[in-house]
């Protein structure tokens, strides 16, 4: 993934927005204690920390960290997810916290979800289903899921991804990026946490997660392989 000038001061322009929030939830000053960072840079977290954060700010980094991820939205929380899987790269303690992430987010509209299916099949919602529940019955970061039954009366689960996820989230990815080659140039310490290949890593999951293709794939082999397990129906 190649990053140029503009994607480096775009990011730097986002960095008040995610210092604000970082601060907020205490992370700052779980930062500031990360010996590899140099002295300059702690001691500005720690300042920060000491202005910004909030007086209901928890006192564990996982759980602080996670809060943060979850109020900068879809793509910061996957990221997190992600990084629940780096054990090496955020310790024990910090991985399990991240695991425990919640992707829950508020569903977008009814409205907005028959729009959607809509533009994707060139037909009108009536011709597709003799039913649909315009209320989601599942809300996470990338997609949400609202129950239907079709015109021949079977009864589905519709996934549908976010309005203009895709566009968000190249935009996190670009951003993450130019942040880890940001801070590896601020503490050449931290190269050897390998930072851009954990977001190179990142972009490719996040890509085969917004492809539902992949996923109706995925669940179809599944159910092949599943076929003749009685305890199991996919």
């Known amino acids: 993934m190649q990053i140029g000038f503009l994607s480096m001061l775009r990011a730097l322009f986002r960095l008040p927005h995610i210092?604000?929030?970082?601060?907020?939830?205490?992370?700052?000053?779980?930062?500031?204690?990360?010996?590899?960072?140099?002295?300059w840079l702690r001691r500005i977290c720690t300042v920060l920390d000491r202005v910004?954060?909030?007086q209901n700010a928890t006192r564990d980094?996982?759980?602080?960290?996670?809060?943060a991820l979850t109020r900068l939205g879809p793509g910061f929380i996957k990221f997190g997810q992600a990084l629940s899987?780096?054990?090496?790269?955020?310790?024990?303690?910090?991985t399990y916290a991240l695991s425990l992430l919640q992707d829950r987010l508020p569903p977008f509209s009814g409205r907005l979800a028959q729009q959607s299916i809509e533009r994707e099949t060139g037909q009108s919602l009536d011709d597709i289903?003799?039913?649909?529940?315009?209320?989601?019955v599942a809300a996470a970061s990338i997609?949400?899921?609202?129950?239907?039954?079709?015109?021949?009366?079977?009864?589905?689960?519709?996934?549908?991804?976010?309005?203009?996820?895709?566009?968000?989230?190249?935009?996190?990815?670009?951003?993450?990026?130019?942040?880890?080659?940001?801070?590896?140039?601020?503490?050449?310490?931290?190269?050897?946490?390998?930072?851009?290949?954990?977001?190179?890593?990142?972009?490719?999951?996040?890509?085969?997660?917004l492809d539902l293709r992949l996923e109706a794939a995925a669940a179809?082999?599944?159910?092949d392989n599943l076929a003749d397990d009685d305890g199991i129906y996919v």
């Open 143 to 209: 997609a949400q899921v609202h129950k239907a039954v079709l015109r021949d009366g079977r009864a589905v689960a519709v996934k549908l991804l976010r309005p203009d996820i895709e566009r968000q989230m190249r935009a996190d990815t670009s951003l993450f990026f130019s942040l880890a080659l940001i801070l590896q140039w601020l503490a050449p310490g931290l190269e050897r946490l390998k930072l851009v290949t954990a977001v190179e890593q990142f972009v490719q999951l996040s890509d085969m997660e």
């Open 19 to 39: 210092g604000w929030h970082l601060g907020r939830a205490g992370v700052l000053g779980h930062i500031a204690r990360i010996t590899l960072l140099p002295g």
């Open 85 to 94: 899987t780096r054990a090496d790269l955020m310790g024990p303690e910090m």
């Open 129 to 136: 289903f003799t039913s649909f529940d315009k209320e989601a």
């Open 61 to 67: 980094a996982g759980t602080a960290l996670a809060e």
């Open 52 to 54: 910004v954060r909030s």
């Open 220 to 223: 179809g082999r599944l159910a």
